[in-house]
């Protein structure tokens, strides 16, 4: 008598219960997961489980029942309730013997568990044989969707990809085919990144897009900010505002436009389809969560970019420091990757007579003049307070030591002096040694009078 599977799921879990003093769960697979659709009562139901996690899972993924009588002996065992001592679980097949999900049973005293486990196997075929009848396991409702792609920003490692699950997450919560996400920064708004496959209208949305240029993405993003989420009631004949004629020319007919972040660095997350269509406000309000859930993700990533930038530069220079110095030196390459160690001339003098603030300025213009000296590819860094390597990769010494004569003489065009030693790696020698060997040369010009150049000697 179910008319959907979810009933034939609970019907079966009450007319066992009837009989079997246990726990009892259907589990089906809906999408990626073992979800929970029926159930007796327990301090505990897990809603969803992998599917490969626990019993149940390793039920599942070998399609082969399982039969524990001491669960604490079993390392998959999840715990439903603390008196559980023995558990029956069976997979649910289709009539084809593909699994679509399990039937288990857990009991907190004495049973045979070999009757039992027959039982749950006769019940369970004739569970999947009517599931199937009734279309399969149950469809992912919108919200467990949107808590699924709300996992998944969680954990996007990079911006493109948080962008791209976005976009794919905003197509499937709203059943809209296209969306693009629009987002304001220091250059002015931009297109977010494209999803790895566009489909043909979110490809024609993009380059009408780029096609109108800055001015009428800000339009938009200023737009949804002011008015706040807006979408299209799917009636014909009724033309589109001046902000939203590109997307027109596209070809939309729906859209759901909500905003992201705030408005001076945030975005608008466009959702579309070339269907006339009317999104009831609930959808709005799912893609509305999504572009939450989007924008704290996308801020956390930018500030932990900015906190690494931080932690691997100087502040004052922006030049990067010790840390990265050592991990670049740790791959010089022997005869080929020049040192040079820098030193400013007169350096505390200055500080001593004009202030810190002062010696910070000079800092700052000489790491400018230096760094446009370099060629490119080249590296320098701030490894202490007037101390400066550049890494450079070079073919012989004597190009090496013209460089190092190039930033002296880019350091003189600033008014100041530097001096500078040389030093190449040799095979086997730890990069440690190099450096003291640049350092020692350096310091054999500071004796010869400053301002100049030395190679170290091997």
Same mark, same amino acid.
């Given at each position: 008598?179910?008319?959907?599977?979810?009933?034939?799921?609970?019907?079966?879990?009450?007319?066992?219960?009837?009989?079997?003093?246990?726990?009892?769960?259907?589990?089906?697979?809906?999408?990626?997961?073992?979800?929970?659709?029926?159930?007796?009562?327990?301090?505990?139901?897990?809603?969803?489980?992998?599917?490969?996690?626990?019993?149940?899972?390793?039920?599942?993924?070998?399609?082969?029942?399982?039969?524990?009588?001491?669960?604490?002996?079993?390392?998959?065992?999840?715990?439903?309730?603390?008196?559980?001592?023995?558990?029956?679980?069976?997979?649910?097949?289709?009539?084809?013997?593909?699994?679509?999900?399990?039937?288990?049973?857990?009991?907190?005293?004495?049973?045979?568990?070999?009757?039992?486990?027959?039982?749950?196997?006769?019940?369970?075929?004739?569970?999947?044989?009517?599931?199937?009848?009734?279309?399969?396991?149950?469809?992912?409702?919108?919200?467990?969707?949107?808590?699924?792609?709300?996992?998944?920003?969680?954990?996007?490692?990079?911006?493109?990809?948080?962008?791209?699950?976005?976009?794919?997450?905003?197509?499937?919560?709203?059943?809209?085919?296209?969306? #693009? &996400? $629009?987002? %304001? /920064?220091?250059?002015?708004? @931009?297109?977010?990144?494209? !999803?790895?496959?566009?489909? =043909? +209208?979110?490809?024609?949305?993009?380059?009408?897009?780029?096609?109108?240029?800055?001015?009428?993405?800000?339009?938009?993003?200023?737009?949804?900010?002011?008015?706040?989420?807006?979408?299209?009631?799917?009636?014909?004949?009724?033309?589109?505002?001046?902000?939203?004629?590109?997307?027109?020319?596209?070809?939309?007919?729906?859209?759901?436009?909500?905003?992201?972040?705030?408005?001076?660095?945030?975005? #608008? &997350? $466009?959702? %579309? /389809?070339?269907?006339?269509? @009317?999104?009831?406000?609930? !959808?709005?309000?799912?893609? =509305? +969560?999504?572009?939450?859930?989007?924008?704290?993700?996308?801020?956390?990533?930018?500030?932990?970019?900015?906190?690494?930038?931080?932690?691997?530069?100087?502040?004052?220079?922006?030049?990067?420091?010790?840390?990265?110095?050592?991990?670049?030196?740790?791959?010089?390459?022997?005869?080929?990757?020049?040192?040079?160690?820098?030193?400013?001339?007169?350096?505390?003098?200055?500080?001593?007579?004009?202030?810190?603030?002062?010696?910070?300025?000079?800092?700052?213009?000489?790491?400018?003049?230096?760094?446009?000296?370099?060629?490119?590819?080249?590296?320098?860094?701030?490894?202490?307070?007037?101390?400066?390597?550049?890494?450079?990769?070079?073919?012989?010494?004597?190009?090496?030591?013209?460089?190092?004569?190039?930033?002296?003489?880019?350091?003189?065009?600033?008014?100041?002096?530097?001096?500078?030693?040389?030093?190449?790696?040799?095979?086997?020698?730890?990069?440690?040694?190099?450096?003291?060997?640049?350092?020692?040369?350096?310091?054999?010009?500071?004796?010869?009078?400053?301002?100049?150049?030395?190679?170290?000697?091997?």
């Amino acid at each position: 008598m179910a008319s959907t599977a979810v009933e034939a799921c609970q019907w079966t879990v009450a007319a066992l219960a009837r009989y079997a003093p246990a726990t009892i769960s259907v589990l089906l697979h809906v999408p990626d997961r073992l979800r929970c659709v029926a159930a007796t009562g327990a301090w505990q139901v897990f809603s969803t489980v992998p599917p490969k996690a626990g019993i149940v899972g390793r039920v599942y993924a070998s399609g082969t029942g399982a039969t524990v009588p001491d669960v604490t002996a079993d390392p998959d065992y999840l715990p439903v309730r603390p008196d559980v001592t023995a558990e029956v679980c069976v997979p649910v097949l289709d009539p084809a013997g593909r699994p679509i999900g399990v039937l288990d049973l857990q009991w907190s005293g004495p049973v045979e568990l070999a009757l039992w486990r027959e039982t749950a196997e006769r019940v369970a075929g004739r569970l999947g044989a009517r599931i199937t009848a009734l279309g399969g396991p149950p469809a992912e409702s919108r919200s467990e969707k949107l808590l699924r792609h709300a996992a998944a920003l969680t954990v996007a490692p990079t911006e493109w990809d948080l962008m791209t699950t976005a976009i794919c997450a905003a197509r499937e919560v709203s059943t809209l085919s296209a969306a #693009v &996400l $629009l987002l %304001a /920064d220091g250059a002015g708004p @931009r297109l977010g990144a494209p !999803t790895g496959t566009p489909g =043909e +209208l979110e490809s024609r949305v993009r380059a009408e897009l780029t096609e109108a240029g800055a001015p009428a993405l800000h339009r938009m993003i200023a737009r949804a900010h002011r008015h706040g989420p807006g979408y299209t009631l799917g009636e014909a004949g009724h033309p589109p505002t001046a902000e939203y004629l590109p997307l027109a020319d596209a070809g939309v007919r729906t859209l759901v436009a909500v905003p992201v972040g705030p408005p001076d660095r945030g975005g #608008v &997350l $466009l959702v %579309a /389809d070339e269907r006339l269509l @009317r999104p009831d406000p609930t !959808t709005v309000n799912l893609v =509305e +969560l999504l572009a939450g859930q989007a924008w704290t993700c996308l801020d956390r990533l930018r500030t932990l970019a900015r906190l690494r930038e931080q932690a691997s530069s100087d502040p004052l220079t922006g030049l990067g420091h010790t840390g990265p110095f050592g991990q670049r030196i740790a791959r010089a390459t022997p005869g080929r990757t020049a040192l040079l160690a820098i030193d400013v001339d007169g350096f505390k003098a200055v500080n001593d007579t004009y202030g810190h603030q002062a010696g910070d300025r000079l800092l700052v213009g000489l790491a400018r003049a230096l760094e446009a000296a370099l060629r490119q590819g080249d590296e320098l860094y701030r490894i202490g307070g007037d101390e400066f390597v550049a890494v450079i990769e070079v073919s012989r010494p004597e190009e090496a030591v013209r460089i190092a004569e190039r930033l002296a003489e880019a350091a003189r065009s600033t008014g100041r002096t530097i001096s500078v030693g040389v030093a190449l790696p040799q095979a086997g020698e730890p990069s440690e040694q190099t450096l003291r060997r640049a350092d020692q040369a350096l310091y054999a010009v500071k004796r010869q009078g400053r301002d100049g150049v030395r190679l170290a000697t091997t």
